[in-house]
């Protein structure tokens, strides 16, 4: 099966795992559906492996990620987040067939709580000083 070496080298174990996972969604998917041999992606099914590779190469949870289902961040643009819900769609099902130790380490993944995302702090408030424009006042700590 295709991977992106050079994205897969750089990620943790963790992710490492759930590209291996998505990879072979998209292996079943493509098979399918673009009458490709196993292990041989179409141009485009082989784009949104590389481009899944790279979301989560940038996952700001990194280690704690959620499966994709359980994510607060939407970090696939619309035109990806269509192709990824359709391969989702059609391969999740069919993966308890072709790669059972997978299935079963995604739907486990599945009941990983999703981590609150860190909140940007910018200007005044993260000086701690009061925020009068939303209302908010943010006390000064002194310590």
Not at 23 to 41: S, V
Request: glycine share 6%; charged share 30%; hydrophobic share 30%.
């Amino acid at each position: 099966m295709e991977k992106p070496a050079d994205t897969e080298a750089r990620l943790p174990p963790r992710l490492r795992n759930e590209l291996a996972t998505i990879t072979a969604m998209i292996d079943i998917f493509c098979r399918a559906h673009h009458q490709r041999p196993t292990g041989k992606l179409c141009d485009e099914c082989r784009k949104l492996v590389r481009y899944a590779g790279r979301r989560l190469a940038h996952c700001p949870f990194q280690e704690d990620k959620p499966t994709c289902g359980n994510c607060p961040v939407h970090c696939y643009s619309p035109r990806y987040r269509h192709q990824i819900r359709a391969v989702m769609r059609y391969a999740g099902p069919r993966m308890i067939w072709s790669h059972p130790i997978m299935a079963l380490r995604h739907l486990i993944d599945g009941r990983r709580k999703a981590p609150v995302p860190a909140r940007r702090q910018t200007g005044a408030r993260q000086e701690g000083h009061d925020d009068t424009a939303s209302g908010v006042e943010t006390p000064d700590v002194d310590a």
